[in-house]
């Protein structure tokens, strides 16, 4: 064992998220000094399968929101169990070990956010003491490929107060040359967004959870028609083999009622699997729809497999709740040939082992990989250098407001600048195997 990476100290502490609630940070100090910090997002579209988040419950503080059960876990726990005793430099045995004291399948036990804090804290300690940025510690000397960004523009669901049922709107700036040229164009989409709402109305400028408009909108389609004609507002060409294209994050959980409907509010209508599926289907041939998220509930797996038929084709199929950042339940999606495509949240699975173990998987397995944030989120900017650790080719933050947005969108740019040559724009590339539909 290399004793100058061993961890020495390990300290959690409760600090908050960009919604004001309790988060876990941890801190790791290894023997040579080297020191490294992390701290967990949290969601609040939670797929059921997630791994745990430990919340005290305790209804005089925050809510019984607080995490100080979490934090103790790091402290009396993890703490005691590690240092002196694991190298940081080996992230599998410690993350082996954190599974091991944590004892159970969904990490209810310790806490995810107990777990993931020291995790990723001991990843950053390691890549200090290597004197290297954690994005070339974890992907080597060829990690250089900097992700295409989703960003959300329009917000609904539970991280707005609109009424829109479906959570993200998104632009995908496909015809950027390089990172920050595509920052530059949904900056732009943004502002033409915000120009198109303030002529209706004061609520043009409130931002969702994650930085994007919530208007209230009579329909959905309004959000998509909305979004094409700002696009080509803000001078773009709003088309699959154009400047900018549409996702959508449907989230569709949140919405799936009893007896396997669909409720959209929003529309007031019920759909069934099939039926949500052609509504999809009908909006990716009027709009250049390219990426959708969770079009169906995590647990419909006939109805998945009916969209993966449909629209797997043309779009990118991203299973979120579905697939929550699992590799088993990822393998078992590639085993059965549902969606093409993963989000990557490391919270939803709760060590840095097996959230790499997840973006291997869909490499090898033909799957896209997109790393993600989540809707509670801190300046903490781990996620960034994971996907160009990676090279997964897709980023999906948020939107370009809001620091905890920022904070990561800003990483990107730091590291595009650090890379010069030797980086690489994932581009418009990465959507390459979907035909018109
Ligand atoms: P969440 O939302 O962090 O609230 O789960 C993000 C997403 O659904 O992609
Ligand atoms: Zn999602």
């Known amino acids: 064992m290399a004793d100058a990476t061993l961890i020495e100290s390990v300290r959690g502490r409760e600090v908050l998220d960009s919604r004001g609630n309790p988060t876990v940070e941890v801190d790791v100090t290894l023997r040579n000094g080297a020191f490294g910090r992390a701290i967990v997002p949290s969601g609040a579209s939670t797929g059921r399968h997630e791994a745990v988040e430990l919340r005290d419950g305790d209804p005089t503080r925050y809510e019984g929101l ?127 967004v915000g120009r198109v709402l303030s002529q209706t109305g004061p609520y043009a400028y409130g931002v969702a959870d994650e930085g994007g408009y919530g208007p209230p909108l009579p329909c959905h389609e309004d959000a998509l028609g909305l979004l094409y004609d700002a696009t080509r ?54 709009y250049p729809i390219i990426s959708i998220e969770d079009g ?5 797996w006939d109805g998945w497999e009916y969209l993966t038929q449909q629209l797997g084709g043309s779009a990118q199929l991203i299973g979120d709740d579905l697939f929550t950042t699992n590799p088993e339940r990822l393998a078992q999606g590639a085993d059965d040939g549902i969606a093409n495509a993963v989000l990557v949240k490391p919270n939803q699975i709760g060590t840095l082992t097996e959230t790499l173990d997840t973006v291997h998987l869909a490499q090898e397995r033909g799957y896209l990989p997109v790393i ?66």
């Open 233 to 286: 507002l803000a001078g773009y060409r709003c088309a699959r083999d154009g400047d900018v294209a549409i996702g959508l994050d449907v989230a569709a959980t949140e919405f799936a009622g009893d007896g396997g409907r669909y409720v959209l509010q929003a529309e007031g209508r019920a759909f069934s699997s099939v039926e949500l599926v052609d509504l999809l289907d009908h909006w990716s041939k009027t």
């Open 372 to 437: 993600s944030a989540r809707s509670g989120e801190t300046e903490d900017t781990t996620i960034a250098d994971l996907a160009v650790a990676t090279g997964a080719g897709q980023i999906k933050i948020g939107s370009i407001t809001r620091s905890e947005r920022l904070a990561k969108y800003n990483r990107l740019l730091r590291i595009e600048e650090e890379l010069g040559e030797r980086g690489r724009f994932a581009g418009r590339d990465v959507f390459a195997r979907f035909s018109n539909p």
């Open 66 to 192: 607080g995490v100080l059960r979490a934090v103790a876990a790091v402290n009396d726990v993890i703490g005691p169990a590690v240092s002196g005793a694991f190298d940081a430099a080996d992230q599998a045995s410690l993350d082996a070990r954190l599974r091991e004291l944590d004892g159970t399948a969904n990490k209810a036990n310790l806490g995810a956010n107990a777990i993931l804090g020291v995790s990723l804290a001991a990843a950053h300690a390691a890549a200090a003491a290597a004197g290297q940025p954690l994005y070339r510690y974890l992907g080597g000397p060829e990690a250089g490929v900097l992700p295409m960004p989703m960003v959300n523009i329009i917000s609904g669901g539970r991280h707005a107060a609109g009424g829109l049922d479906m959570q993200d709107f998104l632009a995908i700036p496909i015809g950027a040359a390089t990172y920050g040229e595509a920052l530059q164009m949904v900056v732009a989409v943004y502002r033409a």
């Open 296 to 300: 169906l509930s995590e647990d419909d």
